[in-house]
């Protein structure tokens, strides 16, 4: 937890990414940083290179709606919508997704600077090399600096075992969060998911939002923030803070 008085803030919603992301004001949002449910991963599970979709007791199909590429104009419009000016996105995905996506967002307005590196330190299922990293896509709207350039583009974490499907730990969103935003700015999740990046939030002293289709994601990631010590917005007593901020229907 960031050393500040100030307890961060949270509020979550459940629903359709772009809608709620469309529910926002613009220029209101200081930091997107997201997971979706892409495309590729249901090719990859069909021919058995992942079991992150699979049904299980540690991982459940029924917890994803993929994503479309298709959709990922109306996301990436939205999503340069609502950020403020100088502003980053950092689009988590795989390799392949990648060449996709770098295209339709900058045809939004981003502008691209390059492909992070999660290296997960062990490898994954696969053939052809077995996979050990994903991709993060990072994009800025405007002109904003990074808070330390000597951070290399590699970023290192063991990746989570037996928890949610598909979870990034929270070091690597600790990193992003750390470079693209300051203590008391607002950071975006439209499909929060476990919500690791919600809990890298708030740890730097972030207020966070976050939206799933997924009941049980919501609420998964509403426990894990609490617990961080982001203070629920939408749930807590308004003399506390005065009212909750308007983004979405908060659930």
């Known amino acids: ?147 330390d350039l000597g951070v290399a583009d590699i970023i290192e974490a063991k990746r989570v075992v037996h928890g949610y499907p598909a979870e990034k730990p929270v070091a690597v969103s600790e990193v992003l969060v750390a470079q693209s935003s300051t203590p008391g700015e607002l950071v975006v999740d439209p499909f929060v998911g476990s919500g690791s990046v919600g809990v890298a939030a708030v740890h730097g002293g972030r207020d966070f939002a976050g939206n799933d289709l997924c009941a049980e994601a919501v609420e998964a990631a509403r426990a894990r923030i609490v617990e961080a010590g982001g203070r629920d917005a939408a749930r807590a007593p308004r003399s506390i803070s005065g009212p909750p901020p308007q983004l979405g229907m908060p659930v």
């Not at 919508?81 to 950092?90: E, I, M, S, T």
């Not at 997704?97 to 994954?124: C, Q």
Request: hydrophobic share 40%; aromatic share 16%; glycine share 4%.
């Open 1 to 147: 937890m960031a050393s500040t008085d100030r307890q961060p803030t949270f509020q979550l919603a459940r629903g359709d990414a772009v809608a709620w992301l469309r529910g926002l004001p613009p220029a209101s949002v200081d930091l997107v940083i997201t997971d979706p449910p892409y495309e590729s991963l249901e090719k990859h599970r069909a021919i058995g290179t992942t079991t992150r979709l699979k049904h299980s007791k540690a991982s459940s199909n029924d917890w994803f709606s993929i994503f479309p590429n298709a959709r990922f104009p109306e996301l990436f419009a939205e999503i340069y919508r609502v950020l403020a000016k100088d502003r980053h996105f950092y689009l988590f995905c795989d390799p392949e997704t990648m060449f996709v996506a770098k295209p339709l967002a900058e045809a939004a307005g981003f502008k691209f600077w390059k492909p992070l590196v999660w290296d997960k330190k062990f490898f994954g299922m696969g053939y052809h090399y077995r996979a050990r990293y994903e991709c993060i896509l990072f994009f800025e709207k405007g002109k904003r600096k990074l808070a």
